[in-house]
């Protein structure tokens, strides 16, 4: 029965997400000297499941090729502006 509940695409997809945020969670523990790699880590998983959400469950999978493009692009400067903030942030903030 398992199996074929992971057969449906949105059920896998799902699964996935849920394993993406407990590896957000476990990635807390890095410790305090590895804390911009670790909000690396967290931004970079949010991002992807905010792909997978934006793709799937909002169907953008589906939608004309510019808004998909759109949302791609959006997602992938949103992300690299905030690890890259991050960063300059963190740079400057150290003793």
Known sequence: MLIALFKNR???IWAFLVLATLI???SVGFGANSQRLATA???LIAFVKVRFIGLEFMELRHAPLWLRLAFEGW???VCVALVVLN???AS???P
């Open 10 to 12: 949105l059920t896998a």
């Open 24 to 26: 957000s969670v476990e």
């Open 41 to 43: 880590l967290i931004t």
């Open 75 to 77: 997602t992938l400067v």
């Open 87 to 89: 960063y300059v942030v």
């Open 92 to 94: 400057n903030s150290a």
